[in-house]
Structure formats: structure tokens, C-alpha cells
């Protein structure tokens, strides 16, 4: 942990961390999927009683694309987060002030309110300097991958990610804060 690490080749296509430990038997592959749908939340529920564990850490997503916003639930609820979207930067900052989750996923380029934009915004926040946020863009430009890490991102994910790598990621950022 804390070191900085650069993951190549194909089984790390599209990840760079920060400080992220990792098991290098992870398998590349991708799950594309249509869907629009919004989702509110996603977290398994208790036996019996229809509600989501209140101990299960809460993810902030912002992103503008329905379909990646859809697969980021996908990948997470199966871990049992309880899962916040939003469309853009803006709406992530605003719900930021309400509610402080224990992770922000967010995209670069977003109307109204860009990633980095964002990414600023938490630094400067009194109480949200520390939030890990993890960048996911389909960009994959060096400076900005560069421009986000300096600002404060914990890791930047390139779409298409590989599922499983993106679940330890999650996993790791959640632990790392711990």
C-alpha cells in the first residue's frame, strides 16, 4: 500500500492508481450493456426485513452516460453498496453538502460540472479534502489522468473496465480510508 503503481498489459487495460495494492491474477474482460435506467440504490437487502444494511458503505456516482451509470450498479450491487447516481458534477457537489458518502466515482468530462471541477470543489470543502474519489473517463489522455491525480483522485479507471478489477479497486480505496 502507498506506493504508486502502474499496471500494463492486457489483464491491467484501462487502470491507474495511485496507492492501490492488487493480486495480479486478475482476467480481463468487459460486460457492455444498453440499459437507461436510473437506479436509486443497490445494496442486497437483510433477510426479513427490506431494508439495506446501514453499515454498508455509501458510493456517490456521477456520471452523465445512463449506460455506464448502469453498469457501475451492476458490478457493485453484487457487493452489497449502498449506491447514490447523479448526472453530473454539479448534482455530486450538491449532494456532497447534504450527505457525506464514503466514496465519489466520478466521470472527467460531464456537463454543468466536469470531474475536475469536482475534484477541486472536494479538495478546497472543509471535512471532504479526505474523500477518496476514483476517476473513471474514457479519455485515457496521459495529462489528463496527470491533471486528476494531483487534484486528488485515488485511481483512474479507463473505459471499457474490467469488472473485477474495478470491484478490488472499490474494495481497496473503501479499505485504504478505514
Same mark, same amino acid.
Request: charged share 20%; hydrophobic share 45%.
Given at each position: 500500500?502507498? &506506493?504508486? $503503481? @502502474?499496471l ?14 492488487? +493480486? ?5 474482460? @468487459? ?6 435506467? /436510473? ?9 426479513? %426485513? ?7 458503505? &455509501? ?5 452523465? %452516460?445512463?449506460?455506464?451509470?448502469? /453498469?457501475?450498479?451492476? $458490478?457493485? &450491487?453484487?457487493? *452489497? ?7 453530473? *458534477? /454539479? ?8 450527505? @457525506? ?13 466536469? *470531474? ?11 471535512? /471532504? ?5 476514483i $476517476?473513471?473517463?474514457?479519455?485515457? #489522455?496521459?495529462? %489528463? $489522468?496527470?491533471?486528476? +491525480?494531483?487534484? *486528488? ?8 473496465f474490467? #469488472?473485477?478489477?474495478? #470491484? ?11
Amino acid at each position: 500500500m502507498g &506506493r504508486r $503503481v @502502474t499496471l500494463t498489459g492486457a489483464a491491467f487495460a484501462g487502470i491507474l492508481s495511485a496507492s492501490w495494492s492488487f +493480486l495480479p491474477s486478475f482476467v480481463s474482460h @468487459t460486460l457492455s450493456y444498453r440499459g437507461a435506467a /436510473l437506479p436509486v440504490a443497490a445494496a442486497p437487502r437483510r433477510p426479513g %426485513d427490506g431494508r439495506m444494511p446501514e453499515t454498508s458503505p &455509501r458510493i456517490l456516482i456521477a456520471d452523465d %452516460d445512463a449506460s455506464v451509470r448502469r /453498469l457501475i450498479e451492476l $458490478v457493485l &450491487r453484487k457487493s *452489497g453498496y449502498r449506491l447514490t447516481f447523479v448526472a453530473n *458534477g /454539479l448534482h455530486a457537489l450538491e449532494h456532497l453538502q447534504a450527505e @457525506t458518502p464514503d466514496l465519489v466515482i466520478c466521470d472527467l468530462h460531464m456537463p454543468e460540472m466536469s *470531474g475536475f471541477d469536482l475534484l477541486s470543489a472536494i479538495q478546497r470543502a472543509p471535512g /471532504l479534502a479526505r474523500l477518496p474519489v476514483i $476517476v473513471v473517463t474514457a479519455a485515457g #489522455q496521459p495529462k %489528463d $489522468v496527470e491533471r486528476a +491525480l494531483k487534484l *486528488g483522485a485515488a485511481a483512474c479507471v479507463f473505459k471499457p473496465f474490467a #469488472q473485477a478489477q474495478f #470491484q478490488a479497486l472499490v474494495r481497496d480505496t473503501l479499505a485504504a480510508r478505514r
